[in-house]
């Protein structure tokens, strides 16, 4: 196949993995992936930007494409939070292979770093409530998330070498 269209393919997928799952989680769990306090499951999908570059767009159209169609998006999410999402892959990807005792831990925090600061900023804005007990409250959903979640996803495609079938 050729590359392009891989790279296009694997990136439109992990978007509407990303959509897809976030609204269904909102859907099931009303607000818990959303506002400041979160535990939103689409981003252990972040991890699939350790396997490709593909997901950097992937995961950022994906958080565009959900902000876009929530209705109870706030104004700056569709910015904000699609930046957050781009940088945080991007980092992930750039620092993939910086492992601790064979798992990425640096890579798994960036998007809490990225998100903390900048949704963090804009929850703050809109809602209130004090810029670091909304960056800490954004920090502590992304490592949750991505420790629980991300890990056993990162770990699933690993130990059964999917991340080479699926990503090449």
């Known amino acids: 196949m050729d590359k392009k269209i891989r790279y296009l393919t694997q990136a439109a997928m992990i978007a509407a993995l990303y959509a897809v799952l976030t609204h269904l989680q909102n859907f099931l769990l009303p607000d818990s992936a959303t506002w400041a306090i979160q535990f939103r499951a689409s981003e252990a999908l972040c991890v699939l930007a350790f396997f490709t570059p593909a997901a950097i767009p992937g995961l950022a159209v994906g958080c565009l494409v959900f902000n876009l169609t929530y209705l109870g998006a706030l104004p700056l999410d ?6 957050a999402t781009l940088g945080a ?4 990807w750039r620092c993939r292979e910086m492992q601790w005792k064979g798992f990425p831990l640096l890579g798994m925090a960036m998007p809490a770093l990225w998100n903390a600061g900048l949704v ?3 929850l703050t804005a809109y809602i209130g409530g004090g810029f670091w007990i909304n960056v800490l409250s954004v920090a502590l959903g992304e490592l949750g998330v991505l420790l629980t979640l991300g890990s056993a996803l990162y770990y699933g495609l690993k130990t059964r070498g999917l991340e080479k079938r699926i990503f090449g």
């Open 120 to 122: 963090g900023w804009e």
């Open 78 to 83: 569709f910015l904000v939070g699609s930046l």
């Open 89 to 92: 892959a991007w980092a992930m």
